[in-house]
């Protein structure tokens, strides 16, 4: 099923570069009712936001060759970003698409034909401050004015899904890269999933498409909520750091049964579902990451730091209910 982004209504002049959520992100309210295209898994890994990290990429193929279980892999989507170069795109690409991958912003942009004034389409709320948005928008221009020679790649990029729905035992996981509504909706951060409002409207929802967990990414914040019989989970970032003083990216894992190497879990029915540590070879990453990247270059002014230290954040930040810290 192709995504008709070259098909938005937007009207250029009132939209601002990334802030402005394209309407034809839109998921349309029985996106997640469909059955014909259900994938039956034994187990899945839902990874979002590699953002173009090579060594995460191998760690995860890595991991899931340790399990049990055959697990099914979905790149959740913004699974490029510092791979600005079309060589290191292209080397990603090689493998992720052997699995299940997503669009995300930073994807369905790039084979956007209309100049829309979206930027990088990340729809970044107001607590984000207008020179990380100006960053990254830089960031994806680059990126694009590299991709974009090669058709094939843009072909590929066009052909991928806002979202599917996998199938472990009887229970439905809906996987999206922002949230239920929109591929660049922010109503699975943390801030939002603490509402009682919206946790209301999520358990209406998760009753009205038979869906037993909602799987995501898009904030680069992890965020994990038990919503009564059901599962909210936001793996934050795979291919960064997403806690304080560590050097680790995170993927959700889903399986009936439990990974001694999960960070937290929740139980849902008979699955698993955790967050999952992605333990990458820093100094590869590292170096490749200053050799593309020069320390005055929107990305390293923007997630040098992150890379190197870590956030702000504890582990408990991201566990809002429900989820147990392993």
């Not at 340790?66 to 970003?81: A, L, M, R, S």
């Not at 060589?87 to 369905?108: C, M, Q, T, W, Y």
């Not at 072909?155 to 439905?172: F, N, P, T, W, Y």
Request: glycine share 6%.
């Amino acid at each position: 099923m192709k995504v008709n982004i070259n098909e938005s209504k937007a009207v250029k002049s009132i939209n601002i570069p990334g802030r402005t959520c394209p309407v034809d992100y839109s998921m349309g309210d029985d996106f997640f009712l469909k059955r014909e295209d259900e994938i039956i898994c034994e187990a899945v890994y839902v990874v979002g936001g590699l953002y173009g990290n090579y060594q995460a990429l191998d760690e995860i193929i890595r991991l899931s060759l340790e399990e049990k279980e055959k697990v099914t892999i979905v790149f959740n989507g913004d699974i490029h970003w510092f791979d600005k170069d079309l060589i290191d795109f292209k080397r990603l690409e090689s493998v992720v698409k052997k699995h299940i991958p997503l669009l995300g912003n930073v994807e369905a942009e790039l084979f956007r034909n209309e100049d829309i004034d979206v930027g990088c389409g990340c729809s970044y709320p107001d607590c984000v401050d207008e020179e990380a948005v100006m960053r990254s928008n830089k960031i994806h221009s680059m990126m694009k004015a590299n991709i974009s020679v090669d058709k094939s790649i843009i072909k590929e990029l066009s052909s991928r899904k806002k979202g599917i729905v996998v199938k472990v035992d009887d229970i439905r996981i809906a996987i999206t890269h922002g949230d239920e509504k929109s591929l660049a909706g922010w109503m699975c951060s943390r801030d939002n999933l603490v509402s009682s409002a919206r946790q209301e409207e999520l358990k209406s929802w998760f009753e009205k498409n038979d869906i037993g967990i909602l799987a995501t990414t898009h904030t680069c914040a992890p965020a994990a909520i038990s919503i009564g019989d059901h599962v909210v989970i936001n793996n934050g970032a795979a291919g960064m750091p997403n806690f304080s003083n560590t050097k680790y990216g995170v993927i959700t894992r889903i399986s009936r049964d439990a990974n001694e190497k999960a960070i937290y879990r929740a139980i849902k029915s008979n699955l698993f579902v955790e967050a999952i540590p992605v333990n990458y070879n820093f100094r590869e990453f590292i170096t490749w990451f200053d050799n593309n990247w020069s320390l005055n270059s929107p990305a390293s002014i923007s997630y040098r730091d992150r890379i190197v230290h870590g956030t702000n954040d504890s582990i408990e930040d991201a566990i809002i209910n429900g989820f147990k810290r392993i």
